[in-house]
């Protein structure tokens, strides 16, 4: 099984960047395709980014393309989630989840999640 850490959270202004990060304990971190979801208070959880196993291939939600960069170091078993010209629609809690297939984007298809990390975008 693995377990996953969510770091990197913060208060950033308006149009601020942020790097995310998301350890994975796990023997082959390159067994997982993962996604990063966001939870805004009182909204339901939503799809942010996917990747592959070998990072050769991603997804992002229409809302954050070309904004947000999702990657991944199978040696060092951690995947980042880029956020730049942050905004304060960004402020959420993201999660990082992992499942033994190919990336999804839907929550329900991720088995394992990390706790989450803070992002709030200040006005």
């Known amino acids: 099984q693995v377990q996953l850490v969510e770091s990197g959270g913060g208060l950033v202004q308006a149009g601020g960047s942020l790097r995310l990060s998301c350890v994975a304990s796990?023997?082959?971190?390159?067994?997982?395709?993962m996604g990063w979801f966001r939870q805004a208070p009182g909204k339901e959880r939503e799809f942010v980014a996917a990747?592959?196993?070998?990072?050769?291939?991603?997804d992002y939600a229409d809302s954050v393309k070309g904004r947000f960069t999702i990657s991944r170091d199978n040696v060092k078993k951690i995947m980042f989630l880029q956020i730049n010209s942050l905004n304060p629609e960004a402020t959420a809690v993201y999660y990082c989840?992992?499942?033994?297939?190919?990336?999804?984007?839907?929550?329900?298809?991720?088995?394992?999640w990390g706790r989450g990390t803070q992002v709030t975008g200040s006005a």
């Open positions: 989840a992992a499942r033994r297939a190919i990336q999804a984007v839907t929550s329900t298809s991720y088995d394992t």
């Open positions: 796990v023997r082959i971190f390159s067994d997982y395709a």
């Open positions: 990747i592959n196993w070998s990072g050769g291939s991603t």
